[in-house]
């Protein structure tokens, strides 16, 4: 009797990597097997090193596939895909590692993006009632605050559409290290806390303003 050995590959949420990662990648799979190439959307490349000739500050699609043991990585704008042809105890601990570093590197608060479409719905369907209950009632507080969530909106959806029409997986064509400021190093997360911050302060006053107005 001899035991299947089976395939096994998951969907990993979107990353932000740098040159660095997908030299720990590249490390991590050398591991196991000096037979490691990079594909990426144009060009099949030798060395992570090469990446840096493409002449782009960013890609958003890379292929590192390793040969015996096979281990695919696939990064793609909307998510990470991570594969190995056999499932054996080698090749898990090599998948792990891979893992462990790509789940490092997530994009957080992709749900922003993922569900804008959602979000937006919402928020823009309370301000219009908001302000349809204003311009009934001459209320100017209700207006004001119809207005001011639909320009919420607003702006959250261009933000949303810029995001997903570049791409929101990324890998930086430079290393960590070269980051140029602390803006540039932290872009997302303050433009996504500002956003978060801006829609839980909306909310509860929307949800007060409603109160305020039931007999």
């Not at 060395?47 to 699609?61: F, S």
């Not at 090749?91 to 789940?103: A, D, M, N, P, T």
């Not at 801006?198 to 039931?214: A, E, K």
């Amino acid at each position: 009797m001899k035991k299947l050995v089976r395939s096994h590959g998951e969907k990993l949420r979107p990353v932000k990597l740098f040159l660095d990662d997908v030299q720990k990648i590249v490390d991590i799979l050398r591991e196991a097997t000096d037979k490691i190439e990079l594909k990426t959307d144009e060009y099949e490349l030798q060395d992570v090193k090469e990446l840096t000739g493409l002449g782009q500050q960013y890609i958003n699609e890379l292929e590192i596939i390793a040969h015996e043991p096979h281990v695919y990585v696939e990064l793609k704008p909307f998510w990470v895909w991570l594969y190995i042809a056999e499932d054996t105890l080698a090749s898990r601990g090599i998948f792990e590692k891979v893992k462990s570093l790509l789940h490092s590197r997530r994009r957080k608060f992709f749900w922003l993006i993922r569900y804008f479409i959602l979000i937006s719905f919402i928020t823009g369907l309370l301000g219009g009632f908001l302000f349809a209950s204003g311009i009934g009632k001459a209320n100017w507080t209700l207006i004001i605050a119809g207005i001011a969530s639909l320009c919420v909106v607003i702006a959250y959806t261009r933000w949303a559409n810029e995001v997903e029409r570049s791409k929101y997986s990324i890998i930086v064509l430079r290393r960590a290290i070269e980051e140029e400021s602390f803006w540039r190093r932290n872009a997302d997360k303050i433009v996504v806390g500002a956003i978060c911050a801006l829609f839980g302060g909306l909310i509860t006053w929307l949800i007060q303003t409603l109160l305020r107005q039931i007999p």
